[in-house]
């Protein structure tokens, strides 16, 4: 029987990195208004009407500049640690090039749900931003 998603020490250790630093890029919007309040820097009402923007208005540019980001970083990943850079080495790897792919955007979905809706989410209503 074929193990489908496989993922070794090396891949561990980058996804490890990559997924958390995107998935908070991705939560910048709302977690942005509570640093603010946090630090001193804004008043709660400052940051309910900055949270109000940025989620609104500008959630798809931060959920795009972090999707940007985690594939910029295994687009590094694939071409520098993998030394996959020839369409040759691709078609040979690209069982491995597709699972790493589809598990570096499960994580990264999770990671970004996980942190946007139950972390900044908890700690703005402890906060009393929402």
Known sequence: ??????VDEKEKSFLK???PVSAFIGGLCCFTPVVLVLFGLGTVAYGVSLANVFYGTYKWAFRGAAL???FAGLFWYIYKKEEICTLDKLRKNKRKVVNLIL???IFGIIAYIIWLYVIVEL???AMGLW
């Open 1 to 6: 029987m074929q193990r489908i998603l496989v």
């Open 17 to 19: 990195k990559i997924i």
């Open 68 to 70: 940007l980001f985690l």
């Open 103 to 105: 598990i570096t955007l």
């Open 123 to 125: 700690i703005g209503i």
